[in-house]
């Protein structure tokens, strides 16, 4: 908790235009995250269909990759 109340201090203190870099970053960082989330789960919910595709002994040899 103590970290968050001195980033907040810090955050505060920082004049208005700095404080719009440090709100479009946070949004950045949440962007990516979701984005990372959603790249993450098309995967997972891919690898069943793909399972017949990637898992036959002619394609062992890219396994070793």
Not at 22 to 40: G, N, T, Y
Not at 43 to 65: C, K, Q, R, T
Request: proline share 5%; net charge negative.
């Amino acid at each position: 908790m103590a970290r968050s109340v001195s980033l907040i201090e810090k955050i505060k203190a920082l004049p208005e235009d700095r404080i719009d870099e440090v709100e479009d970053f946070i949004d950045f960082l949440v962007a990516r995250s979701q984005d990372r989330a959603l790249a993450k789960g098309f995967a997972e919910a891919s690898a069943p269909a793909f399972a017949a595709v990637w898992g036959n002994p002619d394609d062992d040899a890219y396994d070793a990759l």
